[in-house]
């Protein structure tokens, strides 16, 4: 009787190893086992995902680039030749009307001497300029007009002064930057440092301010009757003030305006692209760079008078 009990123990012991063993060592059964696992995979996926909100604040890079424009507009105030008129146009090459002013010592006046203008009256004049809507220029911003074309404002106006008299830095100068207006000013090398002349600090700071340095010769002689000075009277004056300002001379003025054909090469072969005498005439073509026209302003003008000079002009002074 126990002998076959413990045979019914045994074959239900085999029976029940039989049927396990097929769902616990199939290829099958190994196959089921990664499902869950894949199933968990998306949602470590999905996170990756939530970094694209950050989009908005992509979106807000683009505000600092605005308002980095608008504070490039307060650093073309200081050149405030364009703020003097609205209006700019283009103007083809060839003939370009502007008045260019000739004006020596800024000071008060020696009724002896015609170069003297008072501060009273240069204030007022330049005041009379703004006013009218004129725009400074310097030589070679006419020039590169003449040649090949460009903006020109309305009503252009170059202002020069002859020799470097310190009266312009102490006088000219501080009333210009007030009107926003630049000038050009033509140096006798030899007089640089001398008692009532500029110093090269003077010169250097209204270069960094926008003015043309030009030169005026060496030692202000006449160009016309001593040729065999012209190398040492150009070239000598060119590279002092080259050295001051570090920027090449574009600029001459004839010395007593007066100048000829041989002065006018030599010039050129030096590097000067245009030149100064004297005139009444406005209209500026390619054909008269080296001799372009200005305009003196003696110390008895007046303002009806220095009206007179300007080719436009909306009011009687």
């Known amino acids: 009787m126990n002998s076959i009990r413990l045979q019914l123990s045994w074959l239900l012991i085999a029976a ?17 086992l990664p499902e869950p696992t894949a199933t968990v995979l998306p949602p470590s996926i999905t996170p990756s995902a939530t970094p694209l909100p950050p989009t908005p604040t992509a979106t807000e890079t683009p505000l600092p680039t ?27 090459a060839g003939e370009v009307q502007a008045p260019i002013l000739l004006y020596h010592h800024i000071a008060l006046p020696d009724k002896t001497n015609r170069y003297y203008v008072s501060p009273e009256s240069f204030r007022q004049q330049m005041e009379y300029l703004f006013q009218q809507g004129y725009t ?25 002064f002859d020799d470097g008299n310190l009266s312009v830095y102490q006088n000219a100068y501080p009333v210009m930057q007030e009107f926003g207006f630049i000038g050009t000013i033509y140096l006798v090398s030899n007089y640089l440092e ?3 002349f500029l110093t090269s600090e003077q010169v250097l700071e209204m270069a960094n301010s926008g ?37 090449p001379v574009k600029s001459l003025a004839y010395p007593f305006g007066k100048t000829d054909e041989f002065v006018m090469l030599k ?5 000067y692209t245009t030149g100064m005498g004297l005139g009444t005439s406005t209209i500026h073509t390619a054909g008269n760079l080296f001799y372009l026209n200005r305009l003196e302003i003696k110390a008895d003008y007046d303002l009806v008078k220095f009206a007179s000079l300007l080719p436009w002009s909306s009011a009687s002074p």
């Open 136 to 160: 400074t220029l310097t030589p070679s911003q006419l020039r590169e007009v003449i040649i090949f074309g460009g903006e020109m404002p309305a009503r252009p106006v170059v202002i020069t």
């Open 267 to 271: 010039a050129q072969d030096y590097g």
């Open 16 to 32: 029940l190893l039989t049927a396990c063993s097929p769902s616990l060592f199939s290829s099958s059964g190994l196959q089921a």
């Open 211 to 247: 003015w043309e340095i030009g030169s005026h010769g060496a030692s202000h002689i006449d160009l016309s009757m001593n040729h065999d000075f012209i190398r040492k009277e150009l070239v000598d004056s060119y590279l002092k003030i080259q050295e001051i300002t570090g920027q």
């Open 194 to 196: 001398a008692e009532n």
């Open 66 to 92: 605005t308002t980095a424009t608008s504070t490039l507009t307060p650093t073309a105030s200081p050149t405030p030749t364009r703020t003097t008129t609205a209006t700019w146009a283009y103007q083809a």
